[in-house]
């Protein structure tokens, strides 16, 4: 599984629509096997969401996502889940855990 985050300096930004970078997850199982800090080079969401969808993204763990980006994510096959914020590496982390509970139960 392939997660991204909008990044700014170590912590989520608020809007995917005006992210420069993605901080890159590469997930097997409940191990981060690989991660990547990547600029994007494009703007507005249909370039992010080309962006995203060319690197194989399946979630994005994102603050905020206007009514557009929601339906472009969906439209690409990439799931997202809204409000989170903080830090990269605690949000990853913390999706880690809520996935393995999920199966667990």
Request: charge should be negative; hydrophobic fraction near 40%; glycine fraction near 6%.
């Amino acid at each position: 599984m392939i997660v991204a985050l909008p990044y700014e300096s170590g912590e989520i930004i608020r809007d995917i629509e005006n992210a420069e970078r993605f901080m890159i997850y590469e997930l097997e199982g409940n191990l981060i096997q690989k991660e990547d800090l990547a600029k994007t080079h494009c703007e507005g969401i249909t370039a992010i969401t080309n962006f995203l969808k060319n690197r194989k993204v399946d979630v994005v763990l994102c603050n905020t996502a206007s009514v557009s980006a929601q339906s472009e994510l969906r439209n690409a096959g990439i799931d997202f889940e809204l409000g989170i914020s903080g830090d990269t590496d605690e949000a990853i982390s913390s999706f880690i855990s809520q996935k393995q509970q999920k199966l667990c139960s």
